[in-house]
């Protein structure tokens, strides 16, 4: 049975950072890409970052600069390092487990979710 858990959420002021983790188990990790989304309240779920098999990294091209995905193969589990958060920034942050090794922004090629983890950018 595959698993994703996200951890890491939670409060923080607008120019704070939070690392998001999700530990993966039931898959061959290090042959799956790996992505992240959002959700905000209201709106559709919406790519954050993604990371290749290989380690390649691709992001929204608004988050740029400020969010970073890595991967540890060894542990299962991949992160997403978010700095300078903004109030728009607040949502559920999901992890994904693509179909391939590729990583991809449509979240239809993602075989596997985890629950969420909701971050709030707040004052």
């Known amino acids: 049975q595959v698993q994703l858990v996200e951890s890491g959420g939670g409060l923080v002021q607008p120019g704070g950072s939070l690392r998001l983790s999700c530990a993966a188990s039931?898959?061959?990790?290090?042959?799956?890409?790996m992505g992240w989304f959002r959700q905000a309240p209201g709106k559709e779920r919406k790519f954050v970052a993604a990371?290749?098999?290989?380690?390649?990294?691709g992001y929204a091209d608004s988050l740029k600069g400020r969010f970073t995905i890595s991967r540890d193969n060894a542990e299962s589990t991949v992160y997403l390092q978010m700095n300078n958060l903004k109030p728009d920034d607040t949502a559920v942050y999901y992890c994904a487990a693509s179909r391939t090794g590729w990583g991809t922004q449509d979240l239809l090629e993602y075989q596997y979710w985890g629950q969420g983890t909701q971050v709030t950018v707040s004052s």
């Open positions: 039931g898959l061959t990790f290090s042959t799956k890409a």
């Open positions: 990371i290749t098999s290989t380690g390649n990294t």
